[in-house]
Antibody
């Protein structure tokens, strides 16, 4: 069965970087794009960008340009999202999502990232 | 900040019909249609409808999605207690080259 297993919760100081992983299993990792969406506590959803594991191509929301990097390791079927220059407003649950626009749409469980001094 | 407009809350009675709306513009909803998601507190969202108003397998036939111009709608008939939750619409914006979301609608079943 399809699984997206995300890395554990992180606590970071302002200015630091965080790298969240999303390990896929139960399907061919390179067949579907991976999107990253975040949600601050009690708030709505915010799209950060996409990455296609086959080519490594990426597309980022303008808000995160220059601060986010989405990569993958096809040997371990793992996608990564790294966000730098963290600030308190980046405190949120970060989700990886497979095939956002299609019928194979699937969400990971989320990773809580807390930014606090 | 939301790119699409959704009413913050909708309340309907048990077994009634609720229609949730999502308004965008010609670059997003009007061009590509909307994706609808349901979220229960503490859980990741779940896909209810994807492009061109398609319903994934396993999603109740009581749910149907539609679009008219720049407004997408999700209609839920025969409301049940488990239909309560937060509903988000999302659409690809050709101008921004990004997925944009609505702010979400909280559905309460009375």
């Amino acid at each position: 069965q399809v699984q997206l297993v995300q890395s554990g919760a992180e606590v970071k100081k302002p200015g630091a970087s965080v790298k969240v992983s999303c390990k896929a299993s139960g399907y061919t990792f390179t067949s579907f794009d991976i999107n990253w969406v975040r949600q601050a506590t009690g708030q709505g959803l915010e799209w950060m960008g996409w990455m296609h594991p086959n080519s490594g191509s990426t597309g980022y929301a303008q808000k995160f340009q220059g601060r986010v990097s989405m990569t993958r390791d096809t040997s371990t079927s793992t996608a990564y999202m790294e966000l730098s220059s963290l600030r308190s407003e980046d405190t949120a649950v970060y989700y990886c999502v497979r095939d956002y626009s299609g019928n194979s749409h699937y969400w990971g469980p989320g990773t809580l990232v807390t930014v606090s001094s | 900040q939301a790119g699409l407009t959704q009413p913050p809350s909708v309340s309907k009675g048990l077994r009634q019909t609720a229609t949730l709306t999502c308004t965008g513009n010609g670059n997003n909803v009007g061009n590509e249609g909307a994706v609808w998601l349901q979220q229960h507190q503490g859980h990741p969202p779940k896909l209810l409808s994807y492009r061109n108003n398609n319903r994934p397998s396993g999603i109740s036939e009581r749910l149907s999605a539609s679009r008219s111009g720049n407004t997408a709608a999700l209609t839920i008939s025969g409301l049940q207690p488990e239909d309560e939750g937060d509903y988000y619409c999302s659409a690809w914006d050709n101008s921004l080259r990004a997925w944009v979301f609505g702010g979400g609608t909280t559905l309460t079943v009375l």
